[in-house]
């Protein structure tokens, strides 16, 4: 089945700490997102990358950067200069650039004490 | 700048109750216009799209109608289940002719048996 892997579900850490989440797609597509969600304000476009080796800023990118060498993955770091990393993080796709639709991943809970 | 305005959760209804999630948006000229759904732990599903003025997305017995004239997108269902207990989240594209969604902060929604 195609679709989007987040890992791990549940990730904590310490405070100071950078800490890496993976997203895989293999539904072949060109670009890929990362959101940020927090109760009661949606989402929030951190990063994004509509083809590999190239990538945007999105509404909120301190603290926070990305990589894009291979299609399928767009892994995101949440450095210590974020100041509040604790969040539910989803990681998103679309066909390409021109594509409304998104196909989410299940989302990755960061805790950071 | 473009935003998406969504009436406050939680919306708590009985089954088989009719449900309304109001939508509205202020994006200038016409953009596309969504309603995606999360179900608990889950990422964010699409559940039905409007891309102009007076189209009607339908999906799993929910409905919208693009409105223009009151820059509307409200989701509606004849009668909900309790599987339908879950965040939905308006959405248009989003500013400066970019195909990135904007989101609303989602609306609870909880029905009892």
Not at chain 1, 68 to 77: A, N, V, W
Not at chain 2, 4 to 11: A, F, L, S
Request: glycine share 10%.
């Amino acid at each position: 089945d195609g679709g989007i892997t987040q890992s791990p579900k549940y990730l904590f850490r310490k405070e100071g700490q950078n800490v890496t989440l993976s997203c895989e797609q293999n539904l072949n597509h060109d670009a890929m997102y990362w959101y940020r969600q927090d109760p009661g304000q949606g989402l929030r476009l951190i990063y994004y990358s509509q083809i590999v080796n190239d990538f945007q800023k999105g509404d909120i990118a301190e603290g926070y950067s990305v990589s894009r060498e291979k299609k399928e993955s767009f892994p995101l770091t949440v450095t210590s200069a974020q100041k509040n990393p604790t969040a539910f993080y989803l990681c998103a796709s679309s066909l390409d650039r021109r594509s409304y639709e998104q196909y989410f991943g299940p989302g990755t809970r960061l805790t950071v004490t | 700048g473009d935003s998406v305005t969504q009436m406050e959760g939680p919306v708590t209804l009985s089954e088989e109750a009719f449900l309304t999630i109001n939508c509205t948006y202020t994006a200038t000229g016409y953009p596309s216009l969504f309603w995606y759904v999360q179900y608990p732990g889950e990422g964010l599903q699409l559940l039905l799209k409007a891309t102009k003025a007076d189209d009607k997305g339908s999906n799993k017995g929910f409905e919208a109608t693009y409105r223009k004239e009151t820059t509307s997108f409200h989701l509606e269902k004849g009668s909900v289940q309790v599987s339908d207990s879950a965040v939905y989240f308006c959405a248009q594209t989003k500013r400066g002719g970019s195909y990135i969604p904007t989101f609303g902060r989602g609306t609870s929604l909880i029905v009892h048996p």
